[in-house]
């Protein structure tokens, strides 16, 4: 068994309601994503929170954000609101990215 104390592993300096979820859902079944994306919206409406959301997953970041960066070969190539790049990417990359998941809005 290994102990790790949380009190010891919080940043002083981070201010509350800045939250690092890097890929919060990636090894959870369907049903348990589902339950957790949920929460996660509630408790950023209910506290006023703000993700940093890092995710590989296009359909988790989708419901989750309201600003997206998309990187690609480690650069960040294009960032914009949700909406835009969801539907209106100007990065040629963006596209073939979103095209590439099944149910996720495709531009144009």
């Known amino acids: 068994m290994v ?5 010891a592993s919080l940043n002083p300096r981070r201010k509350v309601g800045e ?4 890929e919060p859902v ?11 994306l949920l929460l996660l919206q509630e408790l950023e409406r209910e506290f006023q929170l703000t993700f940093l959301l890092i995710s590989h997953s296009l359909p988790v970041v989708a419901q989750l954000a ?3 960066a998309v990187m690609r070969a480690g650069q960040f190539v294009e960032s914009e609101s949700a909406e835009r790049i969801l539907n ?21």
């Open 19 to 22: 939250i690092v979820a890097d």
């Open 3 to 7: 102990f790790q104390d949380p009190f």
């Open 66 to 68: 309201t600003h997206i």
């Open 26 to 36: 990636s090894v959870l079944d369907v049903s348990v994503r589902a339950q957790v």
């Open 88 to 108: 209106l990417p100007t990065h040629a990359y963006t596209p073939e990215l979103l095209a590439a998941v099944p149910g996720i809005p495709q531009a144009g």
